[in-house]
């Protein structure tokens, strides 16, 4: 069965254009003008992965991401933006959506995202990329490992995750934490006190890497840093300059 996709675009060349693309790649599409009928389309017939325009008349894209949310709705949530300001990426995040892609776009670059988005809610092999490169399986703590876990928990520098509940802590405090957020957090958490250079995380996360201009990784970063870090505590995550991030707690 070809998977859903339900795209929501004010701008009729636009979704259209896209319409046809999604098409001709394989996908099944309904596309709507705007976020009402989103709204509608998505409790009537929920899609594989929503393809949401931010700006819109009425109820705009971020409103149509905060309703699903606020629903328990936790379908993948691609948002077209055209506004590139980190704030403006950040509200974006902070409603809910997954990713996004900044106007103008490449449809290769769209198709990229959505594929990553789907590949991460579709189950994988537990040992789909090579132990030596990334843990990704449960680890027994050496003495010398900062990291340990069980079968449905991993902790580190402070931090506990429940896989299963998708629940993090920084000791008792409990953080919100979005998809993308949860899974970026997770992948450092499992290689604690290594460097993951900038092309693996955005291979692991999203499964493609858009290159060294894009912002999109350190976005993503800081946000997650400002739920993580507290007054008078260490600082989790670290930039290793010209390499990419690793958690420790110094």
Request: charged share 25%; hydrophobic share 40%; net charge negative.
């Amino acid at each position: 069965m070809p998977q859903t996709v339900l795209l929501a675009e004010d701008d009729r060349a636009i979704r259209h254009a896209l319409e046809r693309a999604l098409t001709l790649e394989g996908y099944q599409v309904t596309a709507v003008a705007d976020g009402v009928e989103a709204l509608a389309q998505a409790h009537r017939t929920p899609p594989d992965v929503l393809l949401l325009d931010v700006m819109m008349p009425g109820i705009d894209g971020l409103q149509v991401c905060r309703v699903l949310r606020a629903e328990g709705d936790r379908t993948p949530i691609l948002m077209l933006t055209a506004l590139v300001e980190t704030a403006d990426r950040i509200a974006g995040l902070d409603a809910g959506a997954d990713d996004y892609v900044v106007k103008p776009f490449d449809v290769e670059e769209v198709f990229a995202r959505l594929r990553a988005l789907l590949r991460r809610t579709s189950p994988v092999p537990a040992n789909g990329v090579p132990g030596d490169v990334l843990r990704d399986e449960p680890q027994s703590p050496s003495p010398s490992s900062p990291f340990s876990s069980s079968d449905k928990q991993i902790t580190a520098a402070g931090l506990r995750m429940d896989l299963q509940a998708r629940r993090v802590w920084r000791a008792e405090r409990e953080l919100e934490l979005t998809r993308t957020e949860f899974e970026l957090l997770e992948l450092l958490v499992r290689n604690a006190g290594i460097v993951l250079d900038h092309s693996t995380i955005y291979d692991r996360i999203w499964g493609y890497d858009f290159g060294p201009g894009s912002k999109n990784l350190a976005v993503y970063v800081g946000y997650l840093r400002r739920k993580l870090d507290e007054p008078g505590a260490p600082q989790l995550i670290h930039t290793v300059r010209g390499v990419g991030y690793v958690l420790r707690e110094d």
